[in-house]
């Protein structure tokens, strides 16, 4: 049975907190890859930043959904989700936009974990932790790639 550590890209490439969102567009373009693991300065993963985080910079402004009950006008959406989402769109760091605390995987985790995990929470891209350090990244392709080989599952 596959699992992470057969299939991960041990090379990842990371982008810092402060790094400016352009420059993170830049590097998932240039690389054609849909996501970038985003550590502190010590090397611990802080989050993730998506091609989806991007394109969500270009999107409408959320309006708040609301209700009418005697006179008073009742939110439907926390004003906390909707301040989160305007700083997303505004952002100028990749801080800023990415998503924090990330869902991870470790090195054992099989081929349709993975699997699941990603289609389960509409994510492309897994980081690999082991005792806690980034040692890998598990991307959509990196999954396709195993149909392609050949290879079985046990």
Excluded: W
Excluded at 59 to 68: A, H, Q, W
Excluded at 123 to 141: A, F, M, R, S, W
Aim: with cysteine; proline share 5%; aromatic share 2%.
């Amino acid at each position: 049975m596959l699992k992470a550590k057969d299939i991960m890209t041990e090379e990842v490439i990371t982008v810092h907190p402060e790094t400016e969102i352009v420059q993170a567009a830049k590097l998932l373009l240039e690389r054609h890859i849909n996501g970038l693991p985003v550590v502190d300065k010590e090397g611990r993963l802080v989050g993730i930043i998506c091609q989806d985080d991007l394109i969500a910079q270009q999107r409408e402004i959320p309006l708040p959904s609301f209700f009418i009950l005697l006179d008073s006008f009742i939110p439907l959406t926390s004003r906390k989700n909707i301040e989160k989402e305007v700083r997303k769109m505004a952002a100028i760091t990749v801080n800023d936009a990415m998503t924090p605390d990330p869902i991870t995987v470790d090195l054992e985790t099989s081929l349709e974990e993975l699997s699941t995990l990603m289609v389960k929470n509409n994510i492309h891209t897994l980081p690999v932790l082991d005792q806690g350090k980034l040692v890998g990244i598990v991307g959509n392709e990196d999954i396709l790639r195993t149909l392609m080989s050949g290879e079985k599952k046990d």
